[in-house]
């Protein structure tokens, strides 16, 4: 059975890194059969795709790109996002994500849409407060 599990999460102060990290079981990143997304939600509104990653290409969502970087480790089936110069808008509950249509990874400019997701982690918060 396919899991994803978030962490490093955690409250820090504006301008702060932090790095997200999401263990992968049940399935190899090495298959190539599922792409990986990190999302976003805020308490009343809907998930937001943040960032995207196949073997071949990043897509990352306008209110991140330059800010944060996605990758993975396929030896240890991990996925990553390292956030920097975080912003009081970047509170929210970040979610591992993984979809199986990969194709759209490669013809959007932007991550997926949560509509393409099959599977999801339970989420860590991240609070960028003074």
């Known amino acids: 059975q396919l899991q994803l599990r978030e962490s490093g999460g955690g409250s820090v102060p504006p301008g702060s890194s932090l790095r997200l990290s999401c263990g992968a079981s049940g399935f190899t990143f090495s298959s190539k059969k599922y792409c990986m997304s990190w999302f976003r939600q805020t308490p009343g509104k809907e998930r937001e795709g943040i960032a995207g990653?196949?073997?071949?290409?990043?897509k990352y969502a306008k209110p991140v790109k330059g800010r944060f970087t996605i990758s993975k480790n396929n030896a240890n089936n991990t996925l990553y996002l390292q956030m920097i110069a975080l912003k009081p808008e970047d509170t929210a509950k970040y979610y591992c994500a993984a979809s199986t249509s990969c194709a759209m990874y490669a013809s959007e400019s932007t991550p997926p849409p949560e509509t393409v997701i099959e599977n999801w982690g339970q989420g860590t918060q991240v609070t960028v407060s003074s």
């Open positions: 990653i196949t073997d071949e290409t990043t």
